[in-house]
Every structure is written in structure tokens, then in C-alpha cells.
């Protein structure tokens, strides 16, 4: 593709068309192996710089990066390419001259201040108040909108409007404690008749359910909860009802839910005290389906409480899991896996190790 290409009249190579276009060689040849016309290639022209590809602009017959219209025009970098962004045409952006920004002006509501003075009036930073102007915002809508610049919503009460650290200081609060509690959905007026305690941590409330009055960490020791969970569920409007109805031992690895039994609701842990087993084995016999009943009626092995040795029917044989497992030429885990996840005996025999089964699986838990 050395050959020279006319175009507008002249005649170059495809160094010279790239170089004109601000484009690398390779891409220019790129674009014409893909038929591209001239007037797309010049169009859509990039320059690849640093790594970034940023887009020319054509204006009274010429292309340019944002930053040399910038310079042409007089401009600021960033005003330039926010005001291309905002919309306006290259006409008005060149039109419309640069002006010390922190010195001009503003009036509002009979006053006059620069951007620095209203910016800080409005809780805003100088930047972002600034940005709004140039995005042709009225006075009215940035202080109507404003908003602290570490994201905290300006908040009214009584009339009167300030931040969530103005709030805390008049209150008499620590701004950590207040925002915690606002966030947490206390009224503005529980807020402030609510004293902080030492170290500005939040009070003990203590909550009435079925005639008692204890603390949230209380409630969760009895509900079998996490304090954080239970505190959770609290503070999102959960009922006390619903909480204990709901209620989980913790995350992952726990049991969902508590569990009824003979007219008695406990945790996992509660009943394995109960029944006198280990509460991890009597995790493993519920997870597994086995029945309360059978849970409270077998007592766990001696050694370290581990579950008895069940014997398995197969074929006119009775076999302990490991034995199935050797005769199978399975690891002795892989077999428990399979048989506790509802496999039957004829799919274990007949799947290798690592071999997904075909067979249909029933995928209910033994009891």
C-alpha cells in the first residue's frame, strides 16, 4: 500500500495522509484495508497519545486535540474540554472569554459574593460549585441542591438547615455519633433528646417482647443471633416477632433457622446441649435429615463424640461407608459425599472418581 492517494486535490503518500490526519501509519493503513473513504478517515481522525486515545475536533477547516483548541482560544484545559462536554458548540466556547473565577462577583439574594464565599455558604467545594455555574446552574438550584463535600445531606429541623457536623455540635454530639444515628432512621427529635454516653457510644436501650425487658445483646444470646445480626434486623424494622421467627446462628456454616421440637424452639447449640452431643456433630445429623427423634436417640461415640459407624445394605451386604468405599475404589469421603447427597448405591458403584453422574439423582437427604 506505498502507492500515493489523491484526496481534496492533493496528492501524498500514506505517511504524509496519517501524518496530516494525526494518525499513526498503521491505523491509517488499517482503515483503508477495511475501505474506509477518505472523508471517514479524516472525520474520525484520533490521535493516540500517552496511551489515550483522544478525538480531534474539526473547527473552521481544522483538527485539533481539546487541549490545542485550549490554548488557541485562551482557554483553561479543564474549562475547555467542560464546556465541550456540557454541550456547547466551539462557536460559543471560543466566544465566551475565561474570567478569574474566585474574583468575579455573584449576586444573590442581595449580596454579593465571589465562588469562593458562596461555595463555602453553600457547604460546597470551590470546584464543584464553580462546575455547576459553568453547566449554566441558577443560584437558586446549586443551593437548593447543595450538598457537603463529604457527601453528608444538609439537614433541616425546626426551620433551620445545616450539616450533619453543625447538627452534632449544637446537639452536643460527636459527629460520628450523630450521623450513626440519623443513618440508623432515629428522628431529629430523638436525636436530640438522647444523651451520649461515655466514649459517645449509643445507649443501651433495653426492648419489651412477651413481658421482659432486655438488651439487644440480650435478645440475640436468646434468640441464638449474632449481636450484629440481630442489631441488623432491629434497625431495619424487623419485629420483634419476626426476628425471633427469622433467627439464624451467625452467616455461613450455621443453621438456618431455629428449631422446633416437642413444643420447644432452640438453637442448634441449645438442643445439641440438651441431647448431650457435640453441637458441631449434631449440625452434621440435622444437615443430613436425619429426624429429631433419631438425632435425640442416638447417643455419639465415645472417641471425640464422632457419629457412629451406620452400616449400609447393598446386594444382600451389610458395610460400613469405608468398606463400601474400598470395594467401590472410591476415597472414603468421596463416598460419604455421594451417598449423604442422595446418590443411590447402584450410582455410586457405577460413577468413577472425578466422573459427573448420569444417572438421575434424587437429591433428597437420608434419613
Not at 465541550?84 to 474570567?99: D, H, L, M, N
Request: charged letters at 30%.
Amino acid at each position: 500500500m506505498n502507492h500515493l492517494i489523491t484526496y481534496k486535490g492533493k496528492t501524498k503518500c500514506i505517511s504524509d495522509w496519517a501524518k496530516e490526519f494525526g494518525l499513526s501509519r498503521s491505523t491509517f493503513r488499517g482503515r483503508l484495508a477495511r475501505d474506509w473513504p477518505m472523508e471517514r478517515i479524516e472525520s474520525e481522525a484520533i490521535h493516540v497519545r500517552m496511551g489515550r486515545e483522544q478525538k480531534l475536533i474539526g473547527y473552521k477547516g481544522q483538527y485539533k486535540t481539546m487541549r490545542e483548541w485550549a490554548e488557541e482560544f485562551g482557554l483553561n484545559y479543564d474549562t475547555f474540554r467542560r464546556r465541550f462536554r456540557s454541550g456547547w458548540s466551539i462557536k460559543e466556547i471560543e466566544s465566551t472569554p475565561a474570567v478569574a473565577r474566585a474574583q468575579k462577583l455573584i449576586s444573590y439574594k442581595g449580596k454579593k459574593q465571589n465562588a469562593s464565599e458562596w461555595a463555602k455558604e453553600f457547604g460546597l467545594s470551590f470546584e464543584t460549585f464553580y462546575g455547576r455555574r459553568e453547566l449554566g446552574w441558577s443560584m437558586e438550584r446549586i443551593e437548593s441542591e447543595a450538598v457537603q463535600y463529604s457527601r453528608c445531606k444538609l439537614i433541616t429541623y425546626k426551620g433551620k438547615t445545616q450539616s450533619s457536623k453543625q447538627w452534632a455540635e449544637e446537639f452536643g454530639l460527636d459527629e460520628n455519633t450523630f450521623r450513626y444515628r440519623y443513618r440508623s432512621g432515629w428522628p431529629m427529635k430523638r436525636i436530640e433528646s438522647t444523651p451520649a454516653t461515655s466514649g459517645n457510644r449509643q445507649p443501651s436501650k433495653l426492648i419489651k417482647y412477651k413481658g421482659k425487658s432486655q438488651s439487644s445483646k440480650q435478645w440475640a444470646e436468646e434468640f441464638g443471633l449474632k449481636l450484629c445480626t440481630f442489631n441488623y434486623r432491629y434497625r431495619q424494622g424487623w419485629s420483634m416477632k419476626e426476628i425471633e421467627k427469622e433467627s439464624v446462628n451467625g452467616k455461613h456454616g450455621r443453621d438456618p433457622r431455629l428449631i422446633t421440637y416437642k413444643g420447644k424452639t432452640q438453637s442448634s447449640k441449645q438442643w445439641a446441649e440438651e441431647f448431650g452431643l457435640d453441637k458441631n456433630t449434631f449440625r452434621y445429623r440435622y444437615r443430613s435429615g436425619w429426624p429429631m427423634k433419631r438425632i435425640e436417640s442416638t447417643p455419639a461415640a465415645a472417641s471425640g463424640n464422632r457419629q457412629p459407624s451406620k452400616l449400609i445394605k447393598y446386594k444382600g451386604k451389610s458395610q460400613s461407608s469405608k468398606q463400601w468405599a474400598e470395594e467401590f475404589g472410591l476415597d472414603e469421603n468421596t463416598f460419604r459425599y455421594r451417598y449423604w447427597s442422595g446418590w443411590s448405591m447402584e450410582e455410586i458403584e457405577k460413577t468413577s472418581p472425578g466422573e459427573k453422574n448420569t444417572y438421575q439423582k434424587t437429591r433428597k437427604c437420608r434419613q
